[in-house]
């Protein structure tokens, strides 16, 4: 025993005791997990929006792995970084968060995967004889409530987190919209018990439909929501109003006295409310009657979706040729596929459908016609309380004329839609011009050498906003067709402005009357005529009206109705937000068309349209996870002879540079040995 111990505190057994301190820590690690993340996107970190989903819930979620070990290469590393990620997630999570690895070589097992209806995949396999296939399992199940969900398929760790959070938040939410919320929701009456006496339509039963509507509601979200009904005093209606944006409604005594009520459902949550659809309106024949009762149960639903920011539907709006979300040629089918993971479409045609309390994100896709008053005005009212405005809007329509048939080039007229006079008003002007850039997309093309595209602008890590989530960890877009976009004196104030995507400094602006979409006609003018250009617009903040006051609605109807209307008057008119809301413009519709958005929505292009809808539906944690690692450094090679220089450089000057840099230090030593061996030793060292 003294021998053992006076060679382990002696020197022989440093080298030895070290190789075994070395694989106890190995060991040791094989259960402990942590990680350095120094990439300025924090590609290998959790999101936020991952950590608050799995620290918050309410119920047990439970994921189950069912991926065969010993895969060969890249497969491996896909199921060591899904273990890597599972234990992330549950490092951030309360106790109602589980995973669970199965050994999918063991029969039952096999089994359980068949059961939960996972597929198995065929890889290649290349052993030191042969190669073969081989059938592997690499997917998972989610279990949260009683709702299961899989993952199948999952050959490559590429966005993986997003896979795994959309998958649980859409789960969660569907479960319960208040899951993980911290503290009450309150829905509160604001209602003048005087109005009873007009013999509104549907007034005597307000408060009864709102009870039952929310008894069953809050039947569905834990008794979550809490119910307050508030008489408002005459002198606190127009607060009210202007804070909430509810239904104030003014009429006179018999004293010919001026008297006011309201009448308003609002949710609210910490700082943030919705206001649910019901007001008093004024029918075509003069009468008054209450809106939205019949539908208060599943618009509080969507108002509780809407406030927490889990809205899954989106307005679509239609009439005007917008593009077609199911036209698989010139529409925008790739578009709306993309974002069916997380949405759904709802298609608005405004002429005689209102906008519905649960869509918080509006979407104007490419219009060729004029909007009429009223759908303006319900475009602008739904931002006044505090709904976000997303338009791609094109300067000009692409016909086929006469000269057509002669040219072949489409003919390109002015669209005048008559959103331009809101988008001014909120600060943004859409100019009747096109964009065009010098860094553009290329092409080497037989006969004709390089030809420049310079319609399709290609927007680099410069042009981009590095600090917005829809663009920060983009390193270089493609558009296409784009209108030149400028900042009115109506974008100053409290509002944000961020332009998203600029085009280079070497740009320049033409008419539709001189523009040709063809390389071969198409040249770039004098240094003098170029400049850079706005391409994509976010204003976020609280916005004026476009309008003074609601447009003019034509009354018919019998005596007692004129009557009536002429002592009430039901004011709905917002003149300015009552919360802050969100308008992005973009100078053309083509960039959610099937020329850039392609199927698996996996262009920088298709990237940046996805964090735009998810940025403006309030998701935008999603925006960063989705967009990982993808801001790469991209070099900005202008011509053939730079590509090629980099080419070679690459593969044999860093080579010879290192081997240089090691040639040079050994030199050192060498200096620095002999004069050590001088100073110690002398001269005759």
């Known amino acids: 025993m003294k021998k053992i111990l006076n060679w382990i505190t002696g020197d022989k057994s440093d080298f030895i005791l070290f190789i075994i301190l070395l694989v106890l820590l190995n060991i040791v690690s094989l259960n402990l997990f942590a990680r350095l993340d120094l990439t300025s996107s924090k590609s290998y970190s959790l999101s936020n929006e991952s950590k608050q989903l799995v620290k918050t819930l309410e119920q047990p979620l439970s994921v189950k792995v069912f991926f065969t070990e010993n895969l060969p290469s890249p497969y491996n590393t896909v199921g060591q970084y899904l273990k890597d990620l599972l234990i992330e997630y549950k490092g951030e999570a309360n106790k109602n ?27 290649q396999e290349v052993s030191d004889t042969e190669v073969g296939l081989k059938n592997a399992y690499m997917g998972l199940v989610l279990i949260y409530a009683d709702r299961i969900e899989k993952i199948d398929g999952l050959t490559s760790a590429d966005g993986l987190e997003y896979k795994l959070t959309t998958s649980m938040s859409r789960m969660v939410a569907t479960t319960s919209a208040l899951s993980g919320l911290d503290g009450e929701v309150n829905l509160t009456l604001y209602l003048n018990s005087e109005l009873d ?44 109003s202007e804070q909430y944006g509810i239904q104030m409604i003014s009429w006179k005594d018999e004293a010919s006295r001026d008297k006011a009520g309201a009448l308003g459902l609002v949710l609210s949550y910490k700082d943030t409310f919705r206001l649910v659809p019901l007001k008093i309106v004024r029918g075509f024949f003069g009468g008054f009657g209450v809106t939205g009762i019949e539908e208060l149960e599943q618009s509080i639903s969507e108002g509780l979706k809407a406030l927490v920011s889990r809205s899954t539907e989106i307005g679509y709006v239609t009439g005007h040729y917008e593009k077609d979300l199911s036209n698989t040629e010139n529409g925008s089918a790739n578009f ?72 072949g080039m489409p003919e390109f007229v002015e669209n005048n839609t008559r959103l331009e006079t809101l988008l001014e008003k909120y600060g943004v002007k859409p100019e009747k011009k096109f964009v065009l850039d010098s ?79 063809n390389p071969m006609y198409l040249s770039v003018p004098s240094d003098d005529a170029l400049t850079q250009e706005n391409l994509v617009i976010l204003l976020e903040g609280k916005f004026e009206s476009a ?107 860093l080579p010879l540079l290192i081997a240089l840099g090691g040639l040079i230090v050994w030199r050192l030593r060498v200096v620095r040995r002999k004069k050590i061996q001088k100073r110690y030793m002398g001269e005759n060292a």
């Open 197 to 240: 006496q007009f013999n509104i339509s549907g007034f005597s039963s307000v408060e009864t439909s709102v009870v039952q509507a929310l008894s069953s509601v809050n039947s569905k979200n834990m008794n979550r929501i809490r119910y307050e009904k508030i008489t408002p005093a005459e002198t606190d209606i127009a607060s009210l």
């Open 547 to 653: 309008f003074d006051k609601a447009p003019e609605q034509k009354i018919s109807g019998d005596d007692n109705s004129q009557k009536q209307a002429s002592l009430l008057s039901a004011d709905n008119h917002l003149s300015k937000s009552v919360q802050n809301g969100k308008v992005l413009i973009a100078g053309g519709s083509y960039i959610t068309g099937q020329t850039l958005i392609d199927e698996y929505g996996s262009q920088p292009i298709s990237l940046f349209v996805r964090n735009a809808v998810d940025y403006m539906n309030g998701n935008e944690d999603l925006c960063i996870m989705r967009t990982k690692g993808l801001g790469l450094n991209v070099l900005k090679i202008s011509n053939q002879k730079q590509a090629s220089f980099v080419k070679s450089f690459n593969t044999y000057g």
């Open 439 to 517: 860094a553009c997309y290329t092409s080497n093309q037989q006969g004709y050498g390089t030809l420049n595209f310079y319609y399709i602008p290609l927007l680099h890590k410069d042009t981009l906003d590095q600090k917005n989530p829809i663009s920060s960890n983009l390193s270089y877009v493609l558009m296409y067709q784009m209108g030149q976009l400028t900042l009115t004196d109506s974008a100053a104030g409290d509002k944000k402005i961020t332009v998203l995507a600029k085009s280079s400094p070497k740009a320049w602006t033409v008419s539709g009357a001189d523009f040709i979409p």
């Open 97 to 123: 968060f589980s995973f669970e690895f199965f050994d999918t070589r063991k029969e039952e097992n096999a089994e359980l995967a068949g059961n939960y209806m996972l597929q198995q995949v065929q890889i």
């Open 336 to 407: 709306a596929k993309m974002n069916n993971d997380m949405y759904s479409f709802k298609e608005l045609d405004l002429v005689r459908d209102e906008i519905p309390g649960s869509i918080t994100n509006l979407i104007i896709n490419g219009p060729q016609t004029e909007f009429a008053d009223e759908e303006l005005y319900k475009i602008d009212q739904f931002l006044m309380r505090g709904g976000n405005l997303t338009v791609f809007l094109d300067p000009y329509n692409e016909v086929q004329g006469e000269m057509s048939q002669y040219s």
